[in-house]
Each structure stands twice: as structure tokens, then as C-alpha cells.
């Protein structure tokens, strides 16, 4: 018993110290996200406000704890800029149909915090599935779900962008800013293919 008391007396230090520390830096642990105390709430606007991405992203704030307010020379902005799919063909069946296609998704955005450089950002989304002809009806459903669930991760790879706001600024003070910002995710999916998201950091 006393063994036990002393595992959860040191587990809670160690809870509370990290806590601390994260505070002391500036950041804080909002869903599944630490990012930074500046981004406890935000402005967003976009190039759809009725589009599914904008959805998933409103959706992804509020999950985060980012509370949505009008903008205002001292909140921090995010801007949906742009949205794009398109697909090639990776291997054809004998009578060249197509068999495996890969789905390309991408999303531009900005990202403001006052008394910060603004940064623009593309995130990319790769997926592959199977393009069976004879089940078209099925795989034209399977289609959109696909689709939907890359929205859903690019959302998602947004809140991680910005989470990665801070280092990304630390870093850029020791290295050449004309350089870009590569990060790649990788995403197990449930039907065992994998996703990659890409997000790059558009420099001038």
C-alpha cells in the first residue's frame, strides 16, 4: 500500500512539474495540442465559410479549447486561403482500367500572431486506394468518404502547425530564412493503407 502511495505521489509531481514548466514557456495543453498561450483564441476567415474544410477546422478549435472571435489588430488570424484535389493513376488492370490511384489534397493558409511575421503555410494530404470498375456505385461513395477523411486530417495538421508556431520562430533565429519548412506526418488508416501529410512553409 505505502508502495502504491509513493508511485502516485511521484506521478503526480512529475504531472505537476511538467505543467509548470509548459506554463513558464508560454504554451499550454489544449486538447491534444500544446500551443502557445497567444493562440487561446483566434479570428478566422476563409475562402468558403459553408465549405466542409472550414467546418472540420471550426471543429478542431473548439475540441482545442481556441475560441473563435472577430478579428482585431491584436488576435491572432487564420486564414483558409485555398483547397484543391487531384488524383494520378499509380498501376492499371490488363485492360488498362485504372486499379491503385492516389488522392493529392491541398489546403493554403495563414497564420498572424501580432507582433510576429505573418506565415503561409500549404498542407498536403496523399492517399492511395483501389479503383475497381465493377464496383463503381461503391467505390464512388468510398470516393467521398476518402475525401472527407483527408479534410478531417488536414484539419488536424493545421492545429499541429500551429502548436509548432513557437520552435518554428526560435529556429529561424539561427538559420537562413529563404530556406523552406518541410514536417511529413504519417497516418495509419483503418483499412491498413497509410497517409502522409506534408506541410510546407511558403517562403518568398
Request: glycine fraction near 2%; include cysteine; proline fraction near 2%.
Amino acid at each position: 500500500m505505502k508502495r502504491l502511495l509513493s508511485l502516485f505521489s511521484l506521478r503526480t509531481t512529475i504531472i505537476l512539474t511538467l505543467s509548470l514548466m509548459t506554463s513558464a514557456c508560454g504554451f499550454h495543453l489544449r486538447g491534444d495540442y500544446l500551443l502557445p498561450e497567444e493562440l487561446h483564441e483566434i479570428s478566422l476567415s476563409t475562402f468558403d465559410q459553408y465549405s466542409d474544410l472550414t467546418r472540420n477546422v471550426q471543429k478542431q478549435l473548439r475540441m482545442n479549447g481556441i475560441r473563435q472571435v472577430a478579428p482585431t489588430a491584436l488576435t491572432p488570424s487564420l486564414n483558409l486561403i485555398s483547397e484543391s484535389i487531384g488524383e494520378r493513376t499509380l498501376s492499371l488492370y490488363q485492360n488498362s482500367r485504372a486499379a491503385e490511384k492516389e488522392l493529392t489534397y491541398n489546403v493554403k493558409y495563414s497564420v498572424l500572431i501580432p507582433n510576429h511575421d505573418i506565415k503561409t503555410y500549404t498542407t498536403t494530404v496523399n492517399r492511395n486506394y483501389l479503383d475497381n470498375p465493377l464496383t463503381a456505385l461503391a467505390k464512388s461513395v468510398e470516393r467521398d468518404m476518402i475525401e472527407d477523411e483527408m479534410r478531417t486530417q488536414a484539419s488536424e495538421q493545421i492545429l499541429r502547425q500551429m502548436a509548432r508556431l513557437k520552435a518554428d520562430d526560435a529556429a529561424t533565429d539561427t538559420t537562413d530564412t529563404t530556406d523552406t519548412t518541410d514536417t511529413t506526418d504519417s497516418i495509419t488508416n483503418e483499412d491498413a493503407t497509410e497517409t502522409t501529410i506534408t506541410t510546407t512553409e511558403n517562403t518568398q
